[in-house]
């Protein structure tokens, strides 16, 4: 099993001016690229953005709850050292791309076709 180190960061909120971008989303897109292309110049690799809840204070006695957008990164334990993964070394070319194969079917949205449950009252004993 590979172990690897996240790294989270607060998502951009607005995008930054450039030459050629007109729109808000483009820019937007622009400085979500440049961030990500920083943090892949170190190593890490884009994992999935989360919107989690946190608790703050409002006021003097009250609190609320805000949403933050966050993005998640992650690389190989080591890889900022040079070092490899214990079992990443271990395993051949093939192996590991075997293993992402079934990791990826795994992962799937889809569900493999096949006969359904019959769905009835929460009672019925009968198959």
């Not at 609320?64 to 080591?78: A, D, K, M, P, Q």
């Not at 799937?108 to 009968?126: N, Q, T, W, Y």
Request: charged letters at 30%.
């Amino acid at each position: 099993m590979h172990e690897y180190d996240y790294k989270v960061i607060p998502a951009p909120v607005k995008g930054e001016k450039d030459r050629g971008l007109k729109t808000g989303v483009e820019r937007f897109a622009h400085t979500l690229s440049g961030v990500m292309n920083t943090l892949a110049r170190d190593g890490w690799e884009y994992w999935r953005a989360e919107t989690l809840p946190a608790e703050e204070r409002s006021g003097l006695t009250s609190k609320t709850t805000v949403f933050h957008n966050l993005l998640v990164f992650r690389r190989l334990r080591g890889a900022a050292t040079g070092e490899t993964a214990p079992d990443a070394a271990a395993q051949s070319p093939m192996e590991t791309a075997s293993a992402a194969e079934k990791r990826a079917r795994k992962l799937s949205i889809h569900a493999p076709e096949g006969k359904s449950p019959r769905l009835g009252p929460a009672g019925d004993d009968e198959v």
